[in-house]
């Protein structure tokens, strides 16, 4: 009969622990796609503040805006 309860705590911590195994993965997972957005949108960045300096010298070159 003692031998019972031990084996149930045993299962339960057993359980616990590949959940927590999961869990582990699932954040890694996760932490490489937020990455790789962080990343992209560094990106997507750099490519817009180049693109407003290229307009702001279209617009200087039609005479579109005050030099």
Known sequence: M???PDNVVLD????I???IAE???DLGELKERVGNLESQYASVSRRLDRMAGDIERIKKRLDL???
């Open 23 to 25: 869990v582990k993965t």
């Open 12 to 15: 339960l911590l057993r359980a």
């Open 2 to 4: 003692t031998d019972k």
């Open 65 to 67: 805006v005050e030099v």
């Open 17 to 19: 622990r590949g959940d």
